[in-house]
Structures are given as C-alpha cells and as structure tokens.
C-alpha cells in the first residue's frame, strides 16, 4: 500500500480483555516502531523492531504489552489484560532505513471500559 | 533524560497573521530534530528533519530552523487549512537506538 495501515482503526475492550492491534508497514520498509499517544500529549516510544528483530522494548509500560513482527513485515502490538489507564491511541510508524525519517499511520483508538 | 518542550500550548492567528512555534530540547548526543503536522484524527505526518546548528528548511509557508538549544517553526501568511497540531521530536545519535522523543505539541488554529 501507499501508506502505514493500521487496524483496527477503533478498539472497545472491557476490562482484563485481551486485544491485538495490526500494523502493515510500508512495503520494504526496514524499521518499524510503535508509539503510545495519550490525550492532547505527544507520541510516547514503545518499541522498535529492525526487520524482524526487536532491538528496543524499553518503552512497553508493563509486561502485559507483546510486539511481534514474526516476518520483517507486518507487526502485532497484543495488550492482555486491559485496564483502564491502557486507554490511548496506538500509533505504528516505519522508515526506510535506519535513521530516515518515519511515516505513521492513522492510529488504533483503544478505549476499556 | 532527553526533553522536549514547546511554547506555547495554543495559538491562535487570523489569516495572514505570521508567527513562529518553539521547540526547547535537551539531549545528548543529538542526530536530528522533527517537525511533524498532526491533524485530529490522524497520525502524525512528517513535515522536516533538521540535523545541524544553522541549518534550515522551507516547504510552502512554512520554515523550521535548529540552534544548539531550541528549534523554530515560522509560519509566514497562514492559511485556515494550516490549522493543526504541530509536534516536534528529536532523535539521539545511533548508539542510543532509533526512537523518537515529542514534545507535547503546539495547536494552532488559523481563523479567516
């Protein structure tokens, strides 16, 4: 595709729920990051994976947080056991290379309740 | 610990009125800083990378420009549609990993 797709666009999860968000990549494109953007904040880091290695993971905000990319492509950001405060915008965003500039895609609302 | 600050938190100009955004940043070791325009709804969308002190860039009516300590983003003659977030983020030097640190953004609303 021309863009970063992510889905689903809007999440609702209860409580303890378990959920997986998508992200596809721009094809080709060897980094990948996923990003955690709060309410009227800026993106906060959550993990960064180079091709199908995860070289940062000092971002995830508890060992409830999962991020695969089994393939250098495609990635899977999984959250068990939701809680409220897990409640943000999830944001993927890739780059060509290794220090090029990243492009994002629209987001995954999650929202528990 | 690297940060981001931005002044101010809102601006609001009529059609026309020029302006400039702030981008404070301490880091150790900095590769480059961002600017990315971020509309509701959507991610963010990459506007410029800057790497050096004294350098700048320009695409349409906008210019960002970088000094040691802080970054400017000047907005000449803007237009309703340059109505957004504005978010600004920097990057440390490879040793230090890819990831991007933003400040909290400057919303800007441009009335006619």
């Known amino acids: 595709g021309a863009g970063v797709s992510q889905s689903p666009r809007y999440k609702v999860a209860k409580r303890g729920q378990d959920v997986a968000l998508r992200c596809d990549p721009i094809?080709?494109?060897?980094?990948l990051f996923w990003y955690q953007q709060a309410l009227g904040q800026g993106p906060e880091f959550l993990t960064y994976?180079?091709?199908?290695?995860?070289?940062?993971k000092s971002g995830l905000p508890s060992d409830r947080f999962f991020a695969e990319r089994p393939e250098g492509s495609v990635s899977t950001l999984k959250i068990q056991r939701t809680q409220q405060e897990d409640s943000a915008v999830y944001l993927c965003a890739s780059s060509l290379r290794v220090n090029t500039e990243a492009f994002f895609g629209q987001g995954t609302r999650l929202t528990v309740v | 610990e690297d940060q981001v600050t931005q002044s101010p938190e809102a601006l609001r100009l009529q059609e026309g009125e020029s302006s400039s955004l702030n981008c404070s940043y301490t880091v150790s070791g900095l590769r480059g800083l961002f600017w990315y325009r971020q509309d509701p709804g959507k991610g963010p969308e990459f506007l410029f990378t800057l790497y050096s002190a004294g350098e700048e860039k320009e695409k349409e009516r906008l210019k960002a420009t970088l000094t040691k300590k802080e970054s400017f983003l000047h907005i000449t003659a803007p237009k309703p549609e340059d109505s957004a977030t504005y978010l600004c983020?920097?990057?440390?030097?490879?040793?230090?990993?890819?990831?991007?640190?933003f400040g909290a953004g400057t919303i800007l609303r441009v009335k006619s």
């Open positions: 994976f180079q091709n199908e290695a995860q070289l940062d």
């Open positions: 094809s080709g494109h060897v980094s």
């Open positions: 983020a920097v990057q440390r030097n490879m040793e230090y990993g890819n990831k991007l640190v």
